[in-house]
């Protein structure tokens, strides 16, 4: 597996790694606890270092799955996770909260449901309108002082927020959505990670699912799956939304490839301190995207991507009102 670095931090990781949300929330039923340990293993023995989780998967859940798993291979590997949530008893999420205090006490929680003695990456999962980004940043950079965290990153989090929590600690990486069918950290967003030595972690690179070709119109969902609520998912925008799956589908023949490496290759050759996190919870999806790596677009091939898609307007927005909500502008 190739390895990349995030930015000017000097933190390396496999240049793709594993968004392990998917194995107990948001896209259906939670797969089974041995099963998704299996799938962690095998993502190790094939060279990925980097695996991502939260308190809010779950809640809580995903952390401590996540922390079984990688518990024999623990120096071996990066974990990231977050803070920035509140939650209420067996109620599920209630808002966000960055509150120094707060953040303290998931990051001590945290330790504990990972099995280990330090956050290797502890980011921000929101932007907390009601709580200065100095304050946070401030927070993170006493625990990284203490030994409990060793990098501090953001979640969509807008550029000018960046560049105020960098100025009181350094941010080693930002998570935000960025794929084929979402390019709008394309305008500000990159430019400042470049200028700022910050590196980009794309989740959902593969749109949910989408532009790996196996959804169509009639796909239907479970009845817990995110994606029932998500306007780029509705029948309409998917049937409309199936022309970029076409142009992926038209580069990989060439290509000898699936969509979802073309999908992969195209976001590792954007920048070399880009890395993409897809989710599965099954070991064939695990195999395909890690194959990404070997998938070398050359520059007219990446202009014929582009070039196609540009004559495509993506429909449906890519978060119910709820969630939406939650980005920083």
Same mark, same amino acid.
């Given at each position: ?92 999420? @209630? ?18 449901? @990972? ?74 967003? @990159?430019?400042? @990670? ?136």
């Amino acid at each position: 597996m190739q390895k990349r670095k995030l930015g000017r931090s000097g933190l390396e990781v496999s240049a793709i790694g594993l968004g392990c949300m998917g194995l107990t929330s948001s896209y259906g039923r939670a797969a089974d606890a041995q099963d998704a340990i299996k799938l962690i293993h095998a993502a190790v023995e094939q060279g990925v270092t980097f695996f991502d989780t939260a308190e809010a998967y779950g809640p809580y859940k995903n952390e401590e799955l996540v922390g079984v798993a990688l518990a024999p291979f623990r120096d071996q590997v990066v974990i990231a996770t977050k803070f920035g949530h509140a939650f209420g008893g067996d109620i599920g999420q @209630l808002g966000m909260n960055s509150r120094p205090e707060h953040i303290r006490n998931v990051a001590e929680a945290s330790l504990k449901r @990972l099995r280990t003695d330090r956050i290797d990456l502890f980011y921000q999962h929101r932007v907390d309108p009601a709580v200065p980004i100095e304050d946070v940043a401030g927070t993170v950079k006493d625990l990284i002082r203490q030994g409990k965290v060793k990098h501090f990153g953001l979640s969509e989090a807008s550029a000018r927020t960046i560049r105020r929590a960098h100025a009181v600690q350094p941010v080693t990486a930002l998570q935000s959505e960025y794929s084929l069918w979402w390019r709008e950290p394309e305008q500000e967003i @990159l430019p400042a @990670l470049e200028e700022l030595g910050i590196g980009f972690v794309p989740f959902s690179p593969l749109g949910k699912g989408f532009l790996t070709g196996a959804i169509g119109a009639d796909t239907t969902f479970d009845s817990k799956d995110l994606r029932n609520r998500v306007p780029r998912f509705a029948a309409e925008a998917r049937n409309a939304n199936l022309a970029v799956v076409d142009v992926l589908r038209e580069i990989s023949a060439r290509k000898q490839a699936t969509p979802a490496q073309i999908a992969l290759a195209w976001l590792l050759a954007q920048k070399p301190w880009i890395v993409p996190i897809p989710g599965t919870t099954k070991l064939h999806r695990l195999e395909e995207n890690l194959g990404a790596v070997d998938v070398e677009l050359r520059s007219d091939e990446i202009r014929d991507i582009e070039g196609a898609l540009a004559n495509i307007t993506v429909q449906g927005e890519r978060y119910p009102p709820f969630l939406a909500a939650m980005v920083d502008r």
